[in-house]
T-cell receptor, first 116, second 115 residues
């Protein structure tokens, strides 16, 4: 069975601090996809990144970076120089790689509060 | 309109009411989804439609009835709901399913309160 664990329920940081959101996953599949979504107070889930299990290169997009490590089944997300607009709930999700629809399995989310 | 839109954004209904949630996607996708997000629980997949055909029903009670008249529109018909059905209902869409998962794009959700 697939499972995604985001152990950090809530994190508070002061603006300009760096913050890392942890994500640990479980799957029996050798091929799978990992996602991060951001949910601001407006409610909409905003897609941030998708990664397949064969691509372990870290990725950087502006102030965002992701560290994928298959050895520890982790896909952590770091925000550098955090800003108040980064305040949101962040979800990590996992999906199998098979034909047809592959439901996303979400973690419970981490609520990030960035204080000015 | 762009992306995925949902109406209404907020809905309050009694347990005997019948109401419908609407979702529309403007992304040219062919798969659409309903999710339920309750307080302190992970997002739960409810239904999946591919090319207007329902391909997944995640053991959802019959008081929730989905309808997908075309690839751009998805409805969730509600009747005789319970207070525990109060939640944020999110719609998502993705490209036609291929050999791997497609990225799902979400709407802003409908905040439902059942009195």
């Amino acid at each position: 069975a697939q499972k995604v664990t985001q152990a950090q329920t809530e994190i508070s940081v002061v603006e300009k601090e760096d913050v890392t959101l942890d994500c640990v996953y479980e799957t029996r599949d050798t091929t799978y996809y990992l996602f991060w979504y951001k949910q601001p107070p407006s409610g909409e889930l905003v897609f941030l990144i998708r990664r397949n299990s064969f691509d372990e290169q870290n990725e950087i997009s502006g102030r965002y970076s992701w560290n994928f490590q298959k050895s520890t089944s982790s896909f952590n997300f770091t925000i550098t120089a955090s800003q108040v607009v980064d305040s949101a709930v962040y979800f990590c999700a996992l999906s199998e790689a098979r034909a047809g629809n592959t439901p996303l399995v979400f973690g419970k989310g981490t609520r990030l509060s960035v204080i000015a | 309109e762009t992306g995925v839109t949902q109406t209404p954004r907020h809905l309050v209904m009694g347990m005997t009411n019948k109401k419908s949630l609407k979702c529309e996607q403007h992304l040219g996708h062919n798969a659409m989804y309903w999710y339920k997000q309750s307080a302190k629980k992970p997002l739960e997949l409810m239904f999946v439609y591919n090319f207007k055909e329902q391909t997944e029903n995640n053991s959802v009670p019959s008081r929730f009835s989905p309808e997908c008249p075309n690839s751009s529109h998805l409805f969730l018909h509600l009747h005789t709901l319970q207070p525990e059905d109060s939640a944020l209902y999110l719609c998502a869409s993705s490209q036609a399913p291929g050999k791997g998962p497609d990225t799902q794009y979400f709407g802003p959700g409908t905040r439902l309160t059942v009195l």
